[in-house]
């Protein structure tokens, strides 16, 4: 039997990344047949797939993300994608949100731990991390009038049509029925931010005209349903991922809370050591060669960047997280056309959570008596970390 054959998405589901590795030293190019997808496992491998668009295009037949969210910036290419991410882009600049970290994201994320604070314990993940990216996303895409609770389960149920490689008929169904009704909630708010515009990248989507048009209705609800579920995993993820790296890390967070200067340089490793998104999903417009294997027009591609992020030809003990790790940028943001453009709203995010976090809770750590247990390979995060502190 072949390596593919024998991988099963419940392995991939548990902990893809000793996968990864056999993949690497064996088939870093390989069909796995249970989600029907070429996985491409090494870093050089991987760059060359996300900024080749021309060879390996994001617009796929069959695409789970354009199944389940209509077409959208992600499964786009050419003039289309240049389009979308043209108006949506400046909304996203540093001059743009520069202010968020203290003006929007600071008071959020210091209610949330006011709110637990003198408990001396919590989850990180449902009492902080979630509710801080629902509620800085909620502000920023101008859906104050949605739940949170609504947010979150949109979120949940979109994520399973985006993660549905194996196209099974019930994921598909839940998160179908999402998309449906995020698109008649905000079809009356799209309708009353073009006669009022605010400041919210909604009403920027809804109202942005570029070579003499705007955004159509669908183009802009199925591009809002790629970012409820990518500003809430990225963010919620990368949060919950790089408390866990370096609360798993005693001797690690003694240099941060020595050093504030290495914040930035823990999250980015807390990213590289484990990767909030897994893959970028493409498609071989040609027949083409890709690490001695012979992919044929047609073939889909997953380029894994959390794989990429341990390859050990690029990286020095690659399942080491080392806050002082200086061997450049990682992948978890994806490359390319397609690099992700919240990830400044991410980092913004994390980095003040961080900061207020450390400097409230003293003596933070893990809870000994409640062992974390991380899962998914699309989409990887742990699903409660409780922590406590003095």
């Not at 994608?81 to 996203?92: A, G, K, L, Q």
């Not at 540093?94 to 314990?121: C, H, S």
């Not at 027949?287 to 390859?311: F, I, K, M, P, Q």
Request: with cysteine.
């Amino acid at each position: 039997m072949s390596i593919g054959s024998e991988i099963s998405v419940e392995q991939l589901e548990a902990d893809p990344y000793p996968i990864y590795e056999r993949l690497r030293a064996e088939a870093p190019v390989c069909f796995v047949e249970s989600v029907g997808l070429w996985l491409v496992t090494r870093w050089a491998d991987v760059q060359h797939v996300d900024k080749s668009p021309a060879l390996f295009t994001g617009e796929t037949d069959p695409s789970t993300l354009e199944r389940t969210f209509g077409r959208n910036l992600l499964a786009s290419e050419g003039a289309y994608h240049d389009r979308i991410r043209s108006i949506i882009y400046p909304w996203f600049r540093v001059g743009a949100i520069g202010d968020y970290p203290d003006k929007v994201i600071a008071p959020i994320a210091a209610g949330l731990i006011d709110g637990f604070a003198a408990r001396g314990e919590c989850d990180l993940v449902s009492e902080f991390a979630e509710p801080l990216s629902a509620r800085v996303l909620k502000q920023a895409l101008g859906l104050d009038f949605v739940e949170e609770a609504t947010l979150r389960r949109w979120f949940a149920e979109l994520a399973e049509g985006a993660a549905n490689f194996e196209n099974d008929p019930q994921r598909q169904a839940v998160a179908d029925a999402a998309s449906a009704e995020v698109n008649e909630t905000v079809a009356p708010v799209i309708e009353r931010l073009e006669r009022s515009p605010d400041e919210t990248l909604l009403s920027s989507m809804a109202n942005t005209v570029l070579d003499g048009g705007k955004l159509t209705r669908e183009e802009i609800q199925s591009n809002l349903k790629v970012m409820i579920v990518g500003g809430l995993q990225a963010t919620t993820d990368l949060i919950a991922l790089s408390m866990l790296a370096i609360l798993s890390h005693p001797e690690q967070l003694e240099l941060v809370l020595a050093d504030p200067k290495l914040v930035d340089p823990a999250i980015e490793e807390a990213a590289r050591w484990h990767s909030p998104v897994g893959t970028s999903t493409r498609q071989a417009t040609e027949d083409t060669e890709l690490c001695g294997v012979e992919l044929e027009r047609g073939a889909l591609v997953a380029a894994v960047l959390a794989s990429a992020n341990r390859d050990e030809r690029n990286w020095t003990e690659p399942d080491r997280y080392d806050v002082r790790r200086k061997e450049g940028s990682h992948l978890a943001f994806a490359t390319g056309p397609h690099l992700c453009l919240g990830a400044r709203l991410a980092r913004y995010e994390t980095r003040t959570a961080w900061r207020l976090l450390l400097e409230h809770l003293p003596g933070l750590r893990l809870d000994p008596d409640s062992p974390v247990e991380i899962s998914g390979w699309e989409f990887r995060s742990p699903q409660q970390l409780r922590v406590k502190w003095n």
